[in-house]
């Protein structure tokens, strides 16, 4: 079905049995660098999945580049461990590498038992918030030297390969940019000089893990970083590299402290293609795209474009693990979407937490959390079909249960239409085609327009209840929240009326941030209007920039609270900043709404008495649970279990995990009984 991508491919002399490859990603399943089952049975199931090649890592060199909870190939006894991974990979009939790292400037003191970071330069570091040590020649060279026993260990712990990362701003390509090497010996200034660093290093790992062993590079596309390097100066690079003796180059996007959205929905499906594209025009060697390539459409497109040579799906495959499997047998409606919504996976990571998944409960518990075939089959009824109610109605299908879902409206997804409403939100949409294909494929009765009773439920008597009722929005007790011209977030997310000149937000958490992005987009031009506009030279660059930019409603957001996004995660809190910057909206703090009036929001800041002339008010203060169900199911006697929004107000992650672990924990009442 997608010839290209199960094409076989050789990299030095080793074949890889397709073009699909999951990239080094952090995942902190332990604090101390050491392997452990939680590693093994998640890196198990990415080989068992179909992907062709599975990279472990990133991989430390020594404690002054990783720090202590990054894994590490540092000591000799880490080899047998790493042993043991990579049978366990091999077995499952992928190909592995390791990817080596050095972090530099951007390493944590605190996590180096206050090892200095090392750099080119002693230049300050706005990721790390510290300012490295700048390499003596001695230090260079004992971290060449770090990296060559660290290949070998690799190659003795029966890695397929090794890759060397020169991306994400971290040491490589702290050498190569103008803006953190400030050396003028022979390891700075000019290109040459520059570049000396990671030819060295690349060209000593392969002279001592031999010619015939592959060797890969995974390098910035583009740092967008101002003043540092661009798609001009990477091809450059790449030469160079290949000119080492890598065999491959593993092409993403920017550095971690790039103003550029790199991985969340912001960042268009296959946004970074291109990169890969113009390294491969500059060199021989097979080249990989990454970032956002989520379906087997696109990543055979990339290959059939020629863009590049394989793909790599990391998040994706963190997401759905058989994705490979499922592409392969033209079963491409069961794969698990990754919506690049950064909740489970970056956002955790950078709180210090296990990357998990919010569409997949399993990502990370590949050991601990199966859904088995049951031997005592139960009649469950699974109320409300949002994505905690599909989740569960579809595991308990899967543990083979006989399930009926009921849902009071037209169509499944719940909040889920709500959440997909504003800017670069729509792939959430995928959750629910995901979902909809899940019910279908194991035959699931689904009733919509059921309004659920106590009678209904009598009638039905089920074995077990699954309660997933959701949520409402809230409407707080303010005067002159009945007018109307005020609106809840939902009602505009969900019926998008027509809306005034001027609009005021009340609340500054995610949904006010994004209702207000969803009302400040009302009247701006599309992606293929600007992309005709731009084509044919009919608008100059300034005013294309305010069509995208300037809408027909101006927002003002009012939230209580010192700043905005405090339920936000750290990866896209800037994200949405920035964008309510270039919307133009106005965004108050610390100021309390006292009343609405027919065309004035009154509220208090600084200890004094403001308003400000409104056409339209929305409510966006957050939502309460939907939860009478429970004291008539209570009285009924029938066993339940209530999932999501109305137990308690929370995310999707939430709703999905709950019912997900709801079946889960069915399954061992039933053994117990």
């Not at 409606?333 to 709180?351: A, E, H, Y």
Request: aromatic share 8%; net charge neutral; proline share 5%.
């Amino acid at each position: 079905m997608y010839p290209l991508l199960f094409t076989p491919i050789t990299i030095n002399t080793l074949q890889i049995k397709n073009r699909i490859a999951y990239p080094a990603l952090g995942l902190l399943y332990s604090y101390d660098s050491l392997l452990n089952d939680r590693y093994y049975e998640y890196f198990r199931e990415k080989a068992q999945g179909g992907a062709g090649l599975v990279t472990v890592g990133p991989v430390g060199i020594d404690i002054a580049g990783s720090g202590m909870m990054a894994l590490s190939l540092a000591d000799d006894d880490k080899i047998p461990s790493f042993k043991k991974l990579t049978t366990i990979i091999k077995s499952e009939g992928a190909q592995t590498f390791v990817q080596l790292f050095h972090a530099g400037a951007y390493s944590y003191s605190k996590l180096t038992n206050d090892v200095q970071p090392i750099a080119p330069s002693s230049v300050y570091s706005k990721y790390s918030k510290q300012v490295p040590r700048e390499m003596t020649l001695e230090d260079i060279e004992m971290v060449q030297t770090a990296f060559v026993k660290a290949a070998l260990r690799a190659k003795e712990a029966g890695f397929d390969g090794i890759e060397i990362i020169a991306s994400a701003g971290y040491l490589i390509t702290q050498f190569l940019s103008p803006i953190t090497n400030k050396r003028t010996d022979h390891y700075g200034g000019s290109f040459e000089n520059r570049v000396r660093f990671p030819r060295e290093v690349i060209e000593k790992v392969r002279k001592a893990v031999g010619f015939d062993f592959p060797l890969g590079i995974r390098m910035a596309g583009n740092d967008f970083v101002k003043g540092s390097n661009t798609d001009r100066e990477t091809p450059l690079f790449a030469k160079v590299y290949e000119d080492a003796g890598v065999d491959i180059i593993n092409v993403t996007g920017g550095w971690h402290e790039a103003k550029i959205p790199q991985l969340p929905m912001e960042l268009p499906r296959m946004g970074y293609a291109y990169l890969a594209a113009t390294i491969k025009k500059a060199v021989h060697v097979p080249v990989m795209a990454s970032n956002r390539i989520a379906t087997p459409e696109g990543a055979e497109k990339i290959l059939r474009d020629s863009m590049a040579d394989m793909v790599n799906l990391g998040r994706v495959l963190i997401a759905d693990p058989y994705w490979p499997t499922k592409a392969k047998e033209g079963k491409t409606n069961l794969i698990r979407p990754c919506v690049g919504c950064n909740q489970g996976c970056t956002d955790t990571l950078f709180s210090g937490m296990p990357v998990g998944c919010v569409v997949n409960a399993r990502a990370g518990y590949e050991g601990a959390r199966n859904i088995k075939k049951t031997d005592t089959p139960l009649r469950i009824m699974v109320i409300g079909a949002g994505p905690g109610g599909l989740e569960a109605a579809v595991r308990a299908k899967e543990a083979g249960h006989e399930v009926e879902l009921h849902e009071m409206s037209t169509d499944i997804g719940g909040q889920l239409w709500i959440a997909a409403a504003p800017p670069h939100k729509h792939e959430l949409l995928e959750i629910i085609r995901y979902y909809r294909a899940m019910v279908e494929h194991f035959g699931i009765p689904v009733f919509y327009n059921t309004a659920m009773t106590v009678e209904l439920i009598k009638e039905k008597n089920p074995d077990h209840i699954i309660v997933a009722t959701g949520a409402e929005a809230l409407m707080p007790p303010i005067e002159g929240i009945g007018l109307p011209h005020v609106y809840s977030a939902w009602d505009i997310l969900h019926k998008d009326p027509v809306l005034g000149e001027n609009v005021a937000v009340i609340g500054g958490g995610a949904v006010g941030i994004e209702t207000a992005l969803f009302i400040a987009n009302k009247g701006t031009i599309s992606p293929e209007i600007l992309h005709f506009l731009m084509f044919f030279d009919a608008e100059p660059v300034d005013r294309l920039k305010e069509l995208i930019t300037q809408g027909t409603s101006k927002v003002t957001i009012i939230e209580m609270l010192p700043s905005i996004g405090k339920d936000v995660g750290r990866s896209t809190r800037w994200i949405l900043n920035t964008e309510l910057e270039k919307f133009g909206v106005t965004v108050m703090t610390s100021a309390k709404v006292i009343e609405l009036t027919n065309h004035d929001v009154i509220f208090e800041k600084e200890n004094t008495m403001q308003k400000i002339p409104v056409d339209n008010v929305v409510i966006a203060v957050g939502s309460k649970p939907v939860n009478s169900l429970l004291g008539q199911i209570e009285k009924c006697g029938i066993q339940y279990t209530a999932i999501g929004d109305c137990k308690k107000i929370g995310k999707i992650n939430d709703a999905i995990h709950e019912g997900f672990m709801a079946i889960v924990n069915l399954q061992k009442e039933v053994v117990k009984i």
